[in-house]
């Protein structure tokens, strides 16, 4: 490290942020940049104005706002490549901008906080600096986005990175083994379990059940299935409603969902509630969240319910996977709405199942997914690179 006025001067890392809502990922690296502050002096790129900006103002994290592009598209195009190098020169102009202010802050390393952006990499070699750079997502699979100038194209700037920061397991499987991505590697989950953790396990209340799914509202969350579930349940006869908490990311697929309800009766069983900031108050009045993504990178609000001993059922696959222990951390489930329905009748019509797999969940994430490991990895991802040099 550089001495400065006789003390430790801190590494300053420049991170990019790849949007401006206060979605998963800014998330995690809002939650990271407050962990590690005593330790990492942070300057954050954002591409645009939003809740993210106004977190880190309210914060007093440094930042910027440079328009940049993203480097994926989703839906049909008949130009990306054509439009993809349109947005790369963008990018490389902007990146140009952003190595005077590397230089002028005397920042150290640069960081990239998702996988749909290039600038990070782009930047880091115009700069002639080390590159951290964090994949929260699959990209193809979870979203069916693209890269503008294909997987070759990303592949060529992914090698350049000097440690490329999976969420999960299965995102390293995916992107990095199958994509034949050789970079070196770690495994870093979210940390979010903190001092406002639930301190002792949920027990089943005497009401109506409420069940929630959180998350913005398109396909790949897969709202429809909980929906679904839901109708089940009731024609059963069970008394329960269905919390949809989440920015319409998908006005079309919204749409369906909204079509279905009216179909099928369900108006005052299902509550849409939009963007909630503390989505702990959406966990707190839950008996059961749902995550219902058949590929999630790694399940935030999953650990987020774990943690104030609200039981999860999720889908089997991916990152969800890795999270829970079926039967005894959560509930998985393989099939469609049948299968779904099961699970969250099981862990409703059993009030000694409901409060083991709570208190279970609180132990497992407690020792797994704590704020002070997640920001103490990366530290010392930061210095393993920068002792490279």
Known sequence: MNKAYGKIKKPKILSFSHYGQLYGANRSLLTLILASR?????????????????????????????????????????????????????????????????????????????????????????????????????????????????????????????????ISQSIREVRLVQGKVDTRSVIIYNGLVGSDMAQTPRSLANRTSVISIIGVINRAKNQLVAIKALRQLLRSGKRLTLHIAGDINDPEYYGELKTYIQQENLSEYVRFLGFVKDIKTVIAESDVTLMCSRMEAFGRVTVESMMYGVPVVAFASAGSSEIIENGKTGLLYTGEEDDLAEKIDKILSDPVLYKVISENALNHVAKNFTVSSYADNFVNEVNLALKSN
């Open 38 to 166: 005593d330790r990492l002096d942070w300057l954050v790129i954002c591409r645009q104005e939003g809740q993210f900006t106004e977190e880190l103002k309210a914060n007093a994290v440094a930042y910027r706002v440079i328009p940049f592009k993203t480097d994926v598209y989703n839906g049909p195009s008949n130009t990306p490549k054509l439009r993809g190098i349109v947005k790369l020169l963008t990018n490389v102009r902007a990146a140009t901008h952003i190595v005077s202010l590397i230089n002028s802050e005397q920042v150290d390393i640069i960081h990239s906080n998702s996988s749909v952006i290039l600038i990070g990499a782009i930047t880091a070699q115009l700069a002639a600096k080390k590159h951290l750079w964090h994949f929260r997502e699959f990209v193809y699979e979870d979203y069916n986005s693209k890269y503008n100038l294909g997987k070759s194209f990303f592949r060529y700037w992914a090698r350049k990175a000097d440690t490329i920061i999976c």
